[in-house]
């Protein structure tokens, strides 16, 4: 019998003690042993929680009782669960976590110490998705070329209701709180953030590349309006929250930000609260894996695969993976070095001349226009809707400065880049 | 090293042997060990194939050569396959195949030859989107509620330009053809039983259910139209053969058919060649997995993602599997129990009192039509297009008897059902 310890016994932990309860029978079969949870770790023991697991509010209960086979790492946050989890690797206890944030930070520091013991995390990304292991074992044959993904389920609502429905940005955020799919400071999701961190485990299992999020650039969707929704209708885009891994001979780069992407490419038909992430493999070509990437059962249920995994394979690392960089010396490629192509919302005074004004700065600066749209945007204002051929960041960056000094300019022009 | 023996150097075969070396760098360091191709099986010799192996006629080369560790089945077809592979894993060699005919009528055996040593065959469903991985591991917390798949990527090459181009069945055929994607005598692709060998491997890995593809429901989509396509546009629909495999209760139905199913469905949104299969299980929900179903180098990622897991795991079984039946003693559900929604076309002569007739009948086999579009067909016939709410396979088979053998019946009415 494997016995497990559950750290943080709240939504998620709660579908794993049932997962493992309601599936019993199946989960034996595929374990090859009965797998069982004995105990959890609670912040308030006077909750009535329904489980027949003996709960305490001590982590040492679980970290010292020899019985114990695999912890469970559901607490959340950074450095806390890192002390714990280091202490439950160290004592010869396999882990599984689903804590996206603890190995956005320290995942290389927690598999030196993992070398001879398992330390799973499927349920990090994209909940109850198989990407971890479609990675790692399903693709193993290939050089991994890109990882492009939908990777955060609020954002993913938002963009879509928004091109659905015409709303505004702050009325659909108002709807995503209290649907709960958004927390009262939404700043994690909208802001790019959470899809950051799922971002660079995915990157560090491609890649092996060891990049934190102080060092990729990140960017929400919180500047997107329904003008930019109205452009991408009308050249056929939808507007999504990605984030973007690309190998490019010996560098990779990783980015999220709002995107515009052609409506015929698979990613961008993911809507609503779905997640979504296409591998591109040298050899395989595009797959893509789709499914909930939230939800007490659904990251639950990547939990639990972890937990049988490590059943099958006696604790020690489950031979899935490639767990050291395997594409040699790989770098970050600087963020001003990326190359995209860019769509900019310019809102400017309607006067004779802006256009003409605006078409030379972009010549000047040597960045070629593909498609451009005026809109009226008030009474005495316009938005000018502009989408580029392929341009370096630094470039458009710069032109957007020089853009934005302009004295009939009215603030900082929009950028949404275009994969 | 791991030494590799391949039965069937074609397209495939080819493949394998360029990936493991293109990629040596990358599959050493996952498999912990060098995998080469030894020696390769072809029936002609004389044609020259680039490659660096040893190439023979004679099947014992491999199978008596001690030094080779895993056997790739390339060769198609079922007997002679059946009988080598057989005799491969009791020389204790592992076997990978591709082989999805094999694996239809013939899996259990070697499942229960395959005892102690790696029988591995990934490539057989959806070519290199790692489905069975996803199954087997991924999704292993979970029973599994439903799979629903487009396996075959030439029917949905088919289908999309038919409704996309609004061309007609055999124009599109003849393409088909034309761009390889079809064979001269297109039957075992367009008549269902190409996704049906798939759907029926897939079956029993989620089920354990034994069955052959004689047992099952298996139509193709050879009666689609633009009729029926502009029915489905109308209404919100899709056209696309799908292998269906659905648990109820203590019943599995197994079936392939063209379906119309509902445009919002990620399943609906895969166009041209390339293949999908969603996957519902309890706890997760739906899952969906999409890529190539089909090509040398993306059908030989997933070969060689076997040869890597049997080299992780020292030719034994690698410990990713369920392959005992472990939902319980699962029945195959009859045809004629199936309940479904119906889409029928009926070709009536243009006369007076037909509608009502048609509805009659509807009315007395106690079918209940959803929708019902009129459109002239010829100068004195039209097109009855009538979608039903859910009724019985058997009620709408016994009902069809009946109009086809009304006089002002031009034709056998078609059926589609619709997910």
């Known amino acids: 019998m494997l016995k497990v310890g559950i750290i943080g016994v709240g939504t998620v932990g709660t579908s794993v003690v049932n997962i493992l309860k309601d599936n019993a029978d199946i989960i034996s079969a595929r374990a090859g042993i009965d797998i069982v949870v004995k105990s959890g770790v609670v912040k308030n023991l006077s909750k009535e929680r329904g489980l027949d697991i003996t709960l305490t509010d001590n982590v040492d209960d679980i970290l010292n009782d020899d019985e114990i086979d695999v912890v469970v790492e559901l607490m959340g946050g950074v450095e806390d669960a890192f002390e714990i989890v280091k202490k439950a690797l160290r004592s010869g206890k396999a882990v599984v976590t689903a804590n996206k944030a603890l190995l956005a930070y320290h995942r290389y520091e927690l598999e030196e110490i993992a070398q001879d013991i398992a330390f799973e995390y499927e349920a990090s990304v994209a909940g109850g998705i198989p990407i971890i292991n479609a990675l790692r074992d399903g693709l193993s044959a290939n050089h991994i070329q890109s990882i492009m993904g939908i990777m955060n389920g609020t954002c993913n609502y938002m963009m879509t ?13 108002k709807e995503a709180q209290e649907l709960g799919y958004a927390e009262a400071d939404p700043t994690f999701d909208v802001g790019g953030f959470d899809a950051a ?19 990729i650039l990140i960017e929400g ?6 003008d930019d929704i109205s452009f991408a209708k009308e050249f056929g885009y939808a507007i999504k929250l990605l984030g973007i891994a690309k190998k490019d001979a010996d560098e990779v780069e990783l980015r999220v930000h709002a995107c515009l992407i052609k409506k015929d490419q698979m990613i961008a038909k993911i809507d609503g609260v779905m997640n979504g992430i296409s591998v591109v493999g040298d050899k395989v070509g595009e797959t893509l894996y789709y499914g909930p990437g939230a939800g007490g059962d659904a990251t639950a249920s990547a939990v639990v695969a972890n937990i049988i995994d490590i059943a099958r394979s006696g604790k020690s690392r489950p031979m899935l993976g490639f767990d050291k960089p395997m594409e040699g010396e790989l770098k970050l490629k600087p963020i001003d070095e990326i190359s995209s192509k860019y ?37 005495e204002s316009a938005n000018l809707l502009i989408s580029t051929h392929t341009a370096l960041e630094k470039d458009i960056q710069n032109m957007i400065k020089k853009i934005a000094a302009l004295d009939f300019v009215n603030s900082t022009p929009v950028m949404i880049r275009i994969v």
């Open 161 to 173: 209701k928004m091109a659905n429905d015409g709303v505004a940005y702050d009325a659909i955020l």
């Open 221 to 226: 969707i919180d500047k997107v309006t329904q």
């Open 343 to 379: 769509y900019l919302r310019i809102n400017v005074s309607d006067r004779t001349g802006v256009l003409a004004k605006i078409s030379k700065i972009f010549e000047d600066n040597n960045i070629s226009i593909e498609t451009m749209l005026q809109r009226p945007a008030s009474q």
């Open 197 to 215: 961190h799922k971002l660079l485990i995915l990157a560090s299992i491609a890649y092996g590349i060891d990049a934190k999020p102080e060092d």
